[in-house]
């Protein structure tokens, strides 16, 4: 069981970002360090474009992540309707 | 209308523009993508996560400098620098501008070349991103950092640094190996083992250390560059995957790199490790704790991910793990002891960050180096600062000057030596010795300052004729905090009293 995680700044553009991450990924923990907030599950972690896009009112694409992420730990998948980090 | 294209389909259609050349044999136009020994089936088994295509680049990066450049010019504008806790704090910088930013100058013009000599696109087209993301960090760390220039000693010439100062060498020499040596070798040195295994160790100290001492324009840089990490994060980890895959003769040639890179990496991050145990007057973490989670925990989930293709963690790694109580303690003294000839200051830990130290460190730190910190502060006390009269031996390999210990005694300094040809080369430890014996054609090649220095092609004889060749301005630049242009600046701005001894930890 390995742990993945993934980083963004604590800014008004990660918090749509992050409320998707907790409602689609159920096992995932975030934790508040300072000006950074850490999402971190066991083995995968989806960003789905339909949930973020829904919380935020607008539509959102899954590449728009790079602009508030900080790093990650694990293999990444990414197309036009997520953004996953996974281990195998 | 025509449906838009998905985002693979537009990726491999916009990057994947490559053709057998006809005018000129494909080995000609692509030299050196087999002399490592590196066997590729199949390019384009090449993956590239983030499938990134120029005008999504443009569009990004574009976003990210404007929210960016803003941030600087309030903190310009409002005098940010006023707020930082301590301007001891401001070394840490100074170590930044020196040590990193010329190697983000190095990456730039890596990537660019080394890059090139790929036959697949899909790697070609990354290493160009990222070529560019460097030339960016080189710049914006610059701009951010050039605030400080106008009230800081110890920035004004980073660059002629970096080709002539002694413990600049140390991250010279790191990418001045990585930039001659193979593509393929060269992503595994920088795109996987310092942009993937060791980038955390890096960043996160200075980052954090910038945001619990008041400098939000280095939080603000560090953010808004990690966001490129991401990316060529991904292209290390990639390029290690595919070599993996390819083909099974790669595994051995791809292991004997990433040992030899990781301990490297791990040397010259020593320098870090001294940086965010003592320059910092707000300190986040230890290097001891940074070590622990960065690599310890994070490296394991990516090593046990690696295993299957038969990677295993480097041996030298046992090396680290019982350093870590060490290393910072003992490349602060180095540093300690020679700083009359750095661009960074120097200063002895007060109460409060000793306890801190004893905290962080309960096995070693009042055993083998409160003692000698004691002794430096009754010497200055009496007037007698210790500031070395000569040059120090460096190590060929990772040219630190040879301060460490042997890993299993803190009490033996760690020596090596070999000969090769006739002449005796000197090593700071095992790791160091072999990567040098693995070869040596390249290492006896190392430009070694304190050689060079007394072989008088460094300005002269005296420490004052070498400190001129350097551009370093004596009493200003170099020695001491206590005492320092630096020092005497931030006490007046503060409205502080001159005569205080202040505290190394905040200014009330």
């Known amino acids: 069981m390995s742990t993945v995680f993934l980083a963004l700044q604590d800014v008004d553009e990660a918090r749509p970002i992050v409320e998707a991450v907790l409602r689609d990924n159920p096992e995932a923990k975030v934790e508040h360090q300072p000006a950074m907030i850490r999402l971190t599950a066991d083995n995968k972690l989806v960003v789905n474009r339909e949930t973020v896009s829904e919380i935020m009112g607008a539509d959102w694409d899954p590449q728009e992540i790079q602009l508030v992420l900080i790093s990650f730990g694990g293999n990444i998948e990414e197309d036009d309707d997520h953004f996953t980090i996974y281990w195998n | ?508």
């Open chain 2, 1 to 508: 209308m025509a449906k838009r294209l998905n985002m693979r389909d537009r990726y491999r259609l916009m990057t994947r523009l490559g053709w057998e050349t006809s005018y000129q044999p494909m080995d000609k136009v692509f030299p050196y993508d087999k002399y490592e020994g590196i066997k590729v089936k199949d390019w384009d088994a090449w993956e590239d996560p983030f499938r990134m295509t120029m005008d999504a680049y443009w569009k990004y990066q574009g976003e990210k400098e404007k929210k960016l450049y803003a941030i600087m010019d309030a903190f310009a504008q409002n005098n940010g620098h006023l707020n930082i806790s301590d301007a001891r704090y401001v070394n840490a910088l100074k170590l930044f501008i020196q040590g990193v930013s010329p190697l983000e100058y190095q990456a730039h013009r890596g990537f660019a070349r080394q890059g090139r000599h790929f036959t697949g696109e899909g790697a070609r087209v990354a290493c160009q991103m990222q070529s560019l993301d460097e030339l960016r960090h080189v710049q914006t760390q610059v701009h951010t950092i050039s605030h400080y220039n106008k009230y800081f000693d110890g920035f004004h010439d980073p660059f002629h640094w970096h080709d002539r100062v002694w413990y600049l060498s140390v991250p010279k020499s790191f990418f001045d190996d990585a930039n001659t040596a193979g593509p393929f070798e060269f992503m595994v040195a920088i795109g996987f083992s310092f942009e993937y295994v060791l980038t955390n160790l890096l960043f996160v100290p200075f980052m954090s250390g910038a945001a619990y001492n008041g400098d939000m324009s280095t939080v603000t840089f560090g953010f808004s560059a990690q966001s490129d990490e991401a990316r060529h994060m991904t292209l290390g980890l990639q390029a290690i995957k595919f070599m993996l895959e390819q083909h099974e003769d790669n595994v051995p040639i791809v292991q004997g790199w990433i040992d030899k890179w990781l301990w490297r990496g791990y040397k010259v991050l020593s320098l870090v490790g001294a940086m965010m145990d003592y320059m910092l007057p707000e300190s986040p973490m230890s290097w001891k704790e940074a070590w622990e989670i960065y690599f310890e925990e994070n490296g394991g989930a990516l090593f046990n991910d690696l295993a299957r293709y038969g990677i295993k963690v480097p041996d030298y790694a046992e090396i680290c793990a019982k350093e870590k109580d060490h290393i910072s303690h003992q490349v602060w003294g180095i540093l300690y002891n020679h700083t009359a000839a750095a661009a960074i200051h120097t200063w002895m830990p007060d109460e409060k960050k000793m306890d801190w130290l004893s905290a962080k460190y309960p096995d070693t730190f009042d055993k083998y180096y409160r003692p000698r910190f004691e002794h430096w502060k009754e010497m200055e006390a009496k007037g007698e600062r210790y500031y070395s009269q000569t040059l120090p031996c460096i190590c060929q390999t990772c040219q630190i000057p040879m301060g460490f210990t042997e890993p299993d005694d803190p009490t033996q300094i760690a020596y090596r030596s070999t000969e090769y040809q006739g002449e005796r080369y000197h090593f700071c430890s095992d790791p160091c010795k072999q990567i040098f014996e693995n070869e040596p054609e390249k290492y006896v090649h190392a430009w070694l300052p304190p050689q060079q220095i007394f072989q008088g092609n460094c300005g002269g004889p005296t420490l004052d004729d070498v400190l001129k060749w350097y551009n370093i301005k004596v009493g200003a630049d170099n020695m001491d905090y206590v005492g320092s242009p630096d020092e005497k600046r931030w006490k007046e701005w503060k409205g502080l009293d001159q005569e205080d001894d202040l505290p190394a930890t905040g200014t009330e």
